[in-house]
């Protein structure tokens, strides 16, 4: 049974850090390619960021581009999203997921894509 478990988020002020995890079990971690997508209140999940197989490619949202940053340790089975200069406007579920793959170099950046999900994490900015 694959399993994909968020942790880290919380309250946090404007302009601070957040980091998210993502443990994931019950699959071979180290060929699904990965993303974090999230959702505001009354808005449609969007995509946030996703690597590849081996963590060398990656794809970002632009609204995070240079503030957020997407990493991943086979060794553990998780991934990571180090959110830096958060801003209200980040406010949201954070969800990751996790998408069978062949390609060392695939990354995917739409919720079709993916095949397992996990239940998510409040991430709250306050200003």
């Known amino acids: 049974q694959v399993q994909l478990v968020e942790s880290g988020g919380g309250l946090v002020q404007a302009g601070g850090s957040l980091r998210l995890s993502c443990a994931a079990s019950?699959?071979?971690?180290?060929?699904?390619?990965m993303g974090w997508f999230r959702q505001a209140p009354g808005k449609e999940r969007e995509f946030v960021a996703a690597?590849?197989?081996?963590?060398?490619?990656?794809s970002y949202t632009d609204p995070v581009k240079g503030r957020f940053t997407i990493s991943r340790d086979n060794a553990k089975n998780t991934i990571y999203l180090q959110m830096n200069s958060l801003q209200p406007e980040d406010t949201a579920v954070y969800y990751c997921?996790?998408?069978?793959?062949?390609?060392?170099?695939?990354?995917?950046?739409?919720?079709?894509?993916?095949?397992?999900w996990g239940q998510g994490t409040q991430v709250t900015v306050s200003s």
């Open positions: 997921a996790a998408s069978l793959v062949r390609s060392l170099r695939t990354v995917f950046t739409s919720m079709n894509d993916y095949d397992y």
């Open positions: 019950g699959l071979t971690f180290s060929t699904y390619a």
């Open positions: 690597i590849s197989l081996m963590g060398e490619y990656t």
